[in-house]
T-cell receptor
Framework: NAGVTQTPKFRILKIGQSMTLQCTQDMNHNYMYWYRQDPGMGLKLIYYSVGAGITDKGEVPNGYNVSRSTTEDFPLRLELAAPSQTSVYFC??????????????FGSGTRLTVV | AQSVTQLGSHVSVSEGALVLLRCNYS??????LFWYVQYPNQGLQLLLK??????LVKGINGFEAEFKKSETSFHRTKPSAHMSDAAEYFCAVRGNFGNEKLTFGTGTRLTIIP
């Protein structure tokens, strides 16, 4: 039972390079989310998805893109890396849970440094 | 719109002392409230949640949190701190069905002094 799997765990990018952060969940969760965590700032929502083929912007979407072709996968794309994107990125998933009986399941994070 | 404010980015208590982590929320609808914990180099784990019903919710390891609508608060307490409680704690709020996105506070790093 893997839960939410993120790859890679660490990455160093040069300014202007691009990369994709991978996220896969095996719990058949409808909802998936990408957050970034910066010191003293908590977690900020980048993008989220309520199901395959449906994505929407969160609080800080600029510089990122996502796709959701399957229930399991929700990759995050950085097209032109900038130093401001240095952060720890977390993927999470959840049921479409109106009763809130379940919380989010988080991956272990990807630490990205842009130099 | 919804938001969460955690008072105190760093809290230090002695082992055996009372732990109080503060969380105040703002929400235009009845909120669902959560506490998550993060250990170094790990993702967040759910500890406590308030949805409806009893306003005092209990979690593992002796932590509990109380929802107070009049004070828009969801503070988390533990009577006696243990070294293993050292971590970063996040309070979060979300709306009802159709608005499951969580909004997190900025976190409180708890240090336990031996």
């Amino acid at each position: 039972n893997a839960g939410v799997t993120q790859t890679p765990k660490f990455r160093i990018l040069k300014i202007g390079q691009s990369m994709t952060l991978q996220c896969t969940q095996d719990m058949n969760h409808n909802y998936m989310y990408w957050y970034r965590q910066d010191p003293g700032m908590g977690l900020k929502l980048i993008y989220y998805s309520v199901g395959a083929g449906i994505t929407d912007k969160g609080e800080v979407p600029n510089g990122y893109n996502v796709s959701r072709s399957t229930t399991e996968d929700f990759p995050l794309r950085l097209e032109l890396a900038a130093p401001s994107q240095t952060s720890v990125y977390f993927c999470a998933s959840s049921y479409a849970d109106w009763t809130a009986n379940y919380g989010y399941t988080f991956g272990s994070g990807t630490r990205l440094t842009v130099v | 719109a919804q938001s969460v404010t955690q008072l105190g980015s760093h809290v230090s208590v002695s082992e055996g002392a009372l732990v109080l982590l503060r969380c105040n929320y703002s929400s235009s609808v009845p909120p669902y409230l959560f506490w998550y914990v993060q250990y170094p180099n790990q993702g967040l784990q759910l500890l406590l949640k308030y949805t409806t019903g009893a306003t005092l919710v209990k979690g593992i390891n002796g932590f509990e949190a109380e929802f107070k609508k009049s004070e828009t608060s969801f503070h988390r307490t533990k009577p006696s701190a243990h070294m293993s409680d050292a971590a970063e704690y996040f309070c979060a709020v979300r709306g009802n069905f159709g608005n499951e996105k969580l909004t997190f506070g900025t976190g409180t790093r708890l240090t336990i002094i031996p």
